[in-house]
């Protein structure tokens, strides 16, 4: 699999660190023991189009979104994970 | 009647292809319990199900490489004795008397010594698949093969059925064990688990006479060996660290396992890689497995296997049948609850963090 950074170009799988999905996004701090759960322990984990965290360790350290298909490891896009938060 | 439905042939899936590795050295009392009970099944598995299963009780290695690792395999080592099974602590010499062949000077992994179970061992995988099928079949299960599970139905929050590719089955009891693909099965039933899939691959050489009479880990990272009774060595180590459904690993961690075991024993430079594939793993958010009811009454499930599921295949099994059959879960399984990650009672047996990649 090969990631294409949006700041080195395409990159083998082996210079990022995967930091799980990307999906989850932290609950406000008063929503509750349950929310708080399904955040850190509960996942998706779809066959299919799934995105997550990578960490361009080996690069220019970026940390991204990256974007692709569990059933096939095609890679779609990879963006700064940065645009995306906002 | 108890219909068993299999998405494939019997033998076709995980079970089909791993390295076959026996052993319960753990550290954590509810792992060592359900481990320790696993391997003495596997000790009368053969008799039980009138099968050769192969089961070769040849000892399982664990090597060390610092003082502090040394410290850490005692403890467990310890821990083991404590809960009844057998542990060695070995040195640099009785561990070179074993395996002469490894790479004892190795400038930056030396090895100190190591952790022997000598009951531990391999088990020949396939044998495994075909005799549970054939003994279950002797007690009157029907196994219903490329019959693909395609929904579960629930009413009043109870489930009282599935359906298949070849029409529906009625139940007021469903088991789920589907490795790799347990959160696709349990989405059917609307739950979402603590698990990720991902990819692990193995490697099997070309046969050679015998060479490796035992099973041999590497301490500095995460690589295991052995040699199967056609005399290809087999190992492997890490998930590729990635969710994958693909059954395919990436080149990136074919290149770092050959690494590893380069420095364990660099005579494997002279060997040619026959085979190589990937499995896919139900990567739970501890490391450790489910045995448990599920919030829909009747429905059980037994997943989060990671990579160590074949050793545990007896226990599991056992324990998943008792919970079943009682609706309440043995006391080998009860700390492998699903809601333990709400309760605080993971069981991270090397202490790594809430993720898959960790483990």
Redesign the interface.
Same mark, same amino acid.
């Given at each position: 699999m090969r990631i294409p950074c949006p700041y080195c170009g395409e990159r083998s799988i082996d210079e990022f660190v995967e930091l799980g999905a990307a999906d989850p996004a932290r609950p406000a701090p008063d929503a509750g023991h349950e929310a708080f759960i399904d955040y850190v322990y509960l996942r998706d984990n779809p066959a299919g189009r799934h995105r997550e965290v990578f960490h361009h360790a080996g690069g220019c350290r970026a940390i991204l979104i990256v974007e692709r298909d569990t059933r096939t490891h095609a890679v779609f896009r990879a963006i700064p994970a940065a645009e995306v938060r906002r | 009647m108890s219909p068993c439905s299999s998405a494939r042939h019997v033998g076709s899936g995980n079970v089909g292809r791993n390295t076959t590795i026996i052993r319960s050295n753990y550290l954590l009392p509810a792992n060592t319990a359900f481990y320790e009970w696993s391997l003495k099944l596997w000790e009368g598995l053969e008799q039980e199900i009138h099968y050769n299963a192969m089961v070769s009780q040849r000892g399982v290695l664990n090597l060390f490489h610092s003082d502090a690792q040394r410290d850490a395999y005692a403890r467990r080592g310890n821990a083991m004795r404590i809960d009844g099974v057998d542990a060695e602590l070995l040195d640099r010499e009785a561990v070179r008397r074993m395996v002469p062949y490894l790479d004892y000077d190795n400038a930056r992994f030396p090895i100190r010594g190591g952790l022997l179970q000598r009951r531990g061992g391999t088990v020949r995988h396939d044998a495994v698949a075909w005799g549970y099928a054939r003994a279950a079949d002797r007690l009157g299960v029907d196994i219903v093969q490329d019959c693909e599970v395609t929904g579960i139905n629930t009413a009043q929050g109870r489930v009282v059925g599935v359906e298949t590719t070849r029409g529906p089955i009625a139940a007021n009891r469903v088991g789920l064990a589907v490795a790799g693909?347990s959160?696709?099965l349990a989405?059917m039933a609307g739950l979402?688990?603590?698990?990720?899939?991902h990819v692990l691959q193995a490697f099997v050489t070309e046969g050679i006479k015998p060479l490796i009479d035992t099973v041999v880990t590497f301490g500095a990272g995460h690589f295991y060996i052995s040699q199967s009774d056609k005399g290809g060595l087999v190992f492997g180590g890490d998930i590729?660290?990635?969710?994958?459904?693909?059954q395919?690993g990436?080149l &990136?961690t074919v290149?770092?396992v050959f690494e590893e075991g380069m420095v364990l024993m660099p005579m494997l430079g002279r060997l040619r890689v026959l085979r190589s594939w990937g499995g896919v793993m139900d990567m739970s958010?501890d490391g450790s497995p489910i045995i448990d009811r599920t919030p829909i009454e009747g429905l059980f499930l037994n997943a989060g296997w990671c990579y160590g599921g074949f050793k545990a295949t007896p226990a599991s099994g056992w324990c998943f049948a008792y919970a079943i059959a009682r609706n309440e879960p043995h006391p080998l399984n009860a700390a492998f609850r699903l809601d333990r990650? &709400?309760t605080g009672h993971i069981i991270d047996e090397k202490g790594q963090g809430?993720?898959?990649?960790l483990h």
């Open positions: - | 693909h959160s696709r989405a979402r688990l603590p698990i990720e899939s590729d660290g990635y969710n994958s459904y693909a395919r990436g &990136a290149e770092h958010m990650f &709400a809430p993720m898959p990649t």
